[in-house]
């Protein structure tokens, strides 16, 4: 999956679409905490993206085939970024960005990574968020930087299904995680 800078935003957005509307002003003080804003910044502030080059022209002909300069986002240190947010500022939207860039762009390779995704899927199960019940349970499930512990995974995944809007995504999810390790719902 291709990360573009645009592509954030909805996971933001998408963070408050799991929560009910009573809850979403809690965490909206969330989008404007410092080291939040200092991710963000890595994503769209041209002076903290990185230096790239893309081809540019027809690459089946080869014509007018150059190198292109761009600004890219800085993943990497918006990750870091994101990950400081989730500890220090307790900050959920930053979890859930972060978690997303994981899954998207570093994908689930690296063992640090792999810490920082089991510490902040923790985290919004910890809230309650939707998604947390979701992650964390995946997170135990794959033994994602601990042991596995399918017993725990299928208790986190039913306790999301109560907790969970019934008809959202994540439900549909939770059930199908529920009927994989041999539960029931």
């Not at 002003?25 to 993206?49: C, N, Q, S, W």
């Not at 540019?56 to 990750?79: C, Q």
Request: glycine content about 8%; aromatic content about 10%; hydrophobic content about 35%.
């Amino acid at each position: 999956m291709e990360l573009s800078a645009s592509s954030l935003k909805p996971i933001q957005e998408g963070f408050f679409t799991t929560i009910p509307q009573e809850r979403q002003k809690v965490f909206e003080r969330y989008l404007a905490t410092p080291i939040h804003l200092e991710a963000l910044g890595y994503i769209y502030d041209e002076r903290k993206m990185l230096d790239g080059n893309v081809s540019a022209g027809d690459p089946h002909t080869k014509e007018g085939l150059a190198k292109k300069s761009i600004k890219m986002p800085n993943w990497g240190e918006a990750l870091k970024s994101f990950y400081n947010s989730a500890k220090k500022e307790q900050n959920p939207i930053s979890a859930h960005a972060g978690i997303y860039i994981i899954k998207s762009y570093f994908g689930q390779t690296s063992g640090e990574n792999l810490e920082k995704r089991r510490d902040m899927s923790k985290m919004l199960y910890t809230i309650q968020h939707c998604s947390g019940y979701l992650e964390y349970g995946d997170v135990l499930a794959n033994g994602i930087a601990t042991k596995v512990d399918t017993k725990e995974a299928l208790r986190i995944y039913q306790e999301g299904m109560k907790a969970c809007p019934s008809k959202s995504w994540v439900s549909q999810v939770l059930s199908a995680k529920i009927l994989k390790l041999g539960g029931k719902l």
